[in-house]
């Protein structure tokens, strides 16, 4: 889909009174030119780093080539290649492509006054499961933010096959790289629009919460970063020959070798058909070929929970957290929660490794749950929440600064027809960025959504980039959980604790 770029630029210095009015803003690479309009200003599109294509394909992160003239920073930079989000869960999740090949761009909002600062700054790293997602999505608009006094940066970087394919002769995780990048930029620039490069916090959802994870895991983290929010992100990488997985199976795909002479051959918008057509029919919980960050001596030395586990960055804050009810975005729209029986809860259970006793702990807590509704419980728990309150427990015992979450609110949208989307992946987005009004936010919340609930998120998230505190207890031998439930989002300690230790290894 096409987006609506948003206020226009004026043809001279002057808009009528009360409109948005051009202003420029001088960087290292030369001067951008975005809109002001209601105490904030908006720069779209700066390129970070130069175009990943011609040469520099399948290349680590190259310097940018500065300009002189002042560069139009009124609309969204070019998106990374990539295919609509498809089928039911298409419907709910939007795309949206810009033409381009300056892909590595960020888009930054900011107090109007950059004077007033130095401001805190947040920097969004946005998910997709490597393959989907954009910082010109609207539901990314950071004008909340910059209202509350931050300076929000979102992070363009590649997918897919250009950031994460694992070939003999290319350098892996380009994508984390051109993050890192990225987060070098904010050092480096972000004083000239008023931000304060001592206090930025990273923050990601999903593929992009598992990013941040990475990167805090970084030896070098405390360079770019002051705190980290982890939102829905799985902390594991992957070997580099189970990450390859797909590289091999789209060489094959495509007949060409899995190298970067043989990649490079295939256009941009030929490797995002094949990898749709390798990865046909999978998700991040029913499994099957996916991109995913991996382990490599240079960027990804350990897996980012084992070195986190082990007290890497434990001077940095970290807030992390999930839904209650991830699953029901893969399971609900596609209708396949009521086709799952026992005899697929068994054979999951087995795959998993999971025992016996733990599937009736999860079933004597939901008596009237169906197979599917156990199984997709599971999963969340074995995939994130489990891992989450291990990483939480570690940096506890080391007295370093740790806040849990839980998205609990249950959005009523498709309760007419395959079941209520519920607690579902990705549905907190709008509520953290106060904007769920968005297109996105309506498909996936409805029109109901309170702004009680996006009030709280949104102010805890600022707080906690601003003071390096959200509000509530630090997770301690108390197991202290925010439950942003949009009643009351009270703390509640330890909940579920028994279908946790069940799942604990």
Do not use: C
């Given at each position: 889909?096409?987006?609506?770029?948003?206020?226009?630029?004026?043809?001279?210095?002057?808009?009528?009174?009360?409109?948005?009015?051009?202003?420029?803003?001088?960087?290292?690479?030369?001067?951008?030119?975005?809109?002001?309009?209601?105490?904030?200003?908006?720069?779209?599109?700066?390129?970070?780093?130069?175009?990943?294509?011609?040469?520099?394909?399948?290349?680590?992160?190259?310097?940018?080539?500065?300009?002189?003239?002042?560069?139009?920073?009124?609309?969204?930079?070019?998106?990374?290649?990539?295919?609509?989000?498809?089928?039911?869960?298409?419907?709910?999740?939007?795309?949206?492509?810009?033409?381009?090949?300056?892909?590595?761009?960020?888009?930054?909002?900011?107090?109007?006054?950059?004077?007033?600062?130095?401001?805190?700054?947040?920097?969004?790293?946005?998910?997709?499961?490597?393959?989907?997602?954009?910082?010109?999505?609207?539901?990314?608009?950071?004008?909340?933010?910059?209202?509350?006094?931050?300076?929000?940066?979102?992070?363009?970087?590649?997918?897919?096959?250009?950031?994460?394919?694992?070939?003999?002769?290319?350098?892996?995780?380009?994508?984390?790289?051109?993050?890192?990048?990225?987060?070098?930029?904010?050092?480096?620039?972000?004083?000239?629009?008023?931000?304060?490069?001592?206090?930025?916090?990273?923050?990601?959802?999903?593929?992009?919460?598992?990013s941040v994870a990475t990167l805090?895991?970084?030896?070098?983290?405390?360079?770019?970063?002051?705190?980290?929010?982890?939102?829905?992100?799985?902390?594991?990488?992957?070997?580099?020959?189970?990450?390859?997985?797909?590289?091999?199976?789209?060489?094959?795909?495509?007949?060409?070798?899995?190298?970067?002479?043989?990649?490079?051959?295939?256009?941009?918008?030929?490797?995002?058909?094949?990898?749709?057509?390798?990865?046909?029919?999978?998700?991040?919980?029913?499994?099957?070929?996916?991109?995913?960050?991996?382990?490599?001596?240079?960027?990804?030395?350990?897996?980012?929970?084992?070195?986190?586990?082990?007290?890497?960055?434990?001077?940095?804050?970290?807030?992390?957290?999930?839904?209650?009810?991830?699953?029901?975005?893969?399971?609900?729209?596609?209708?396949?929660?009521?086709?799952?029986?026992?005899?697929?809860?068994?054979?999951?259970?087995?795959?998993?490794?999971?025992?016996?006793?733990?599937?009736?702990?999860?079933r004597r807590n939901r008596p009237?749950?169906?197979?599917?509704?156990?199984?997709?419980?599971?999963?969340?728990?074995?995939?994130?929440?489990?891992?989450?309150?291990?990483?939480?427990?570690?940096?506890?015992?080391?007295?370093?600064?740790?806040?849990?979450?839980?998205?609990?609110?249950?959005?009523?949208?498709?309760?007419?027809?395959?079941?209520?989307?519920?607690?579902?992946?990705?549905?907190?987005?709008?509520?953290?960025?106060?904007?769920?009004?968005?297109?996105?936010?309506?498909?996936?919340?409805?029109?109901?959504?309170?702004?009680?609930?996006?009030?709280?998120?949104?102010?805890?998230?600022?707080?906690?980039?601003?003071?390096?505190?959200?509000?509530?207890?630090?997770?301690?031998?108390?197991?202290?959980?925010?439950?942003?439930?949009?009643?009351?989002?009270?703390?509640?300690?330890?909940?579920?604790?028994?279908?946790?230790?069940?799942?604990?290894?």
């Amino acid at each position: 889909m096409s987006i609506d770029p948003g206020l226009e630029p004026a043809d001279d210095e002057t808009l009528p009174s009360g409109g948005p009015s051009p202003v420029t803003i001088e960087t290292g690479s030369g001067p951008v030119t975005g809109l002001r309009a209601g105490g904030v200003s908006r720069f779209l599109g700066i390129p970070y780093a130069a175009a990943p294509f011609g040469d520099d394909r399948f290349r680590l992160p190259q310097p940018v080539e500065p300009w002189d003239e002042p560069r139009d920073a009124t609309r969204p930079g070019a998106t990374a290649p990539q295919a609509p989000y498809a089928g039911a869960v298409g419907e709910l999740l939007s795309t949206v492509t810009v033409p381009g090949n300056e892909i590595l761009n960020v888009n930054v909002w900011a107090p109007a006054e950059p004077s007033a600062g130095p401001h805190p700054v947040m920097v969004w790293i946005h998910g997709g499961s490597f393959v989907h997602g954009s910082n010109a999505l609207d539901a990314y608009d950071g004008t909340a933010f910059a209202r509350d006094g931050v300076v929000l940066v979102s992070v363009n970087y590649r997918l897919g096959s250009e950031g994460f394919s694992v070939l003999d002769d290319v350098p892996l995780n380009l994508g984390i790289a051109d993050q890192l990048a990225a987060l070098t930029w904010v050092q480096d620039e972000i004083e000239h629009f008023g931000g304060d490069p001592d206090n930025v916090t990273v923050f990601g959802e999903s593929a992009g919460g598992s990013s941040v994870a990475t990167l805090l895991a970084h030896p070098d983290a405390a360079s770019v970063m002051a705190r980290a929010i982890v939102q829905s992100g799985p902390l594991e990488s992957q070997t580099a020959e189970r990450a390859g997985r797909i590289s091999k199976l789209m060489a094959k795909d495509l007949g060409v070798p899995a190298t970067r002479a043989g990649f490079r051959r295939i256009p941009p918008e030929g490797l995002v058909a094949s990898q749709e057509r390798v990865m046909a029919g999978g998700n991040p919980l029913s499994g099957g070929p996916g991109f995913a960050v991996a382990t490599d001596a240079k960027l990804v030395p350990q897996s980012p929970l084992d070195a986190l586990l082990a007290g890497r960055s434990a001077d940095i804050p970290l807030l992390i957290g999930s839904t209650t009810e991830e699953y029901r975005l893969w399971f609900v729209p596609t209708g396949l929660l009521p086709t799952i029986k026992r005899v697929h809860l068994l054979a999951a259970r087995l795959k998993l490794g999971i025992p016996a006793a733990s599937v009736r702990t999860f079933r004597r807590n939901r008596p009237k749950a169906s197979p599917g509704e156990i199984l997709g419980a599971m999963a969340t728990d074995v995939l994130l929440r489990v891992p989450l309150n291990r990483l939480a427990d570690a940096r506890s015992s080391t007295g370093a600064d740790t806040w849990v979450y839980e998205f609990a609110w249950r959005s009523q949208v498709g309760a007419d027809g395959h079941g209520a989307l519920g607690a579902a992946h990705a549905l907190e987005i709008g509520f953290v960025f106060d904007h769920p009004g968005s297109p996105e936010g309506l498909r996936m919340a409805g029109p109901d959504a309170p702004q009680s609930l996006a009030t709280a998120m949104h102010d805890a998230w600022v707080a906690f980039a601003t003071t390096g505190d959200p509000g509530w207890q630090r997770w301690d031998a108390t197991r202290p959980v925010r439950m942003f439930d949009g009643v009351d989002d009270a703390v509640v300690l330890a909940p579920r604790d028994d279908e946790r230790a069940a799942l604990t290894p």
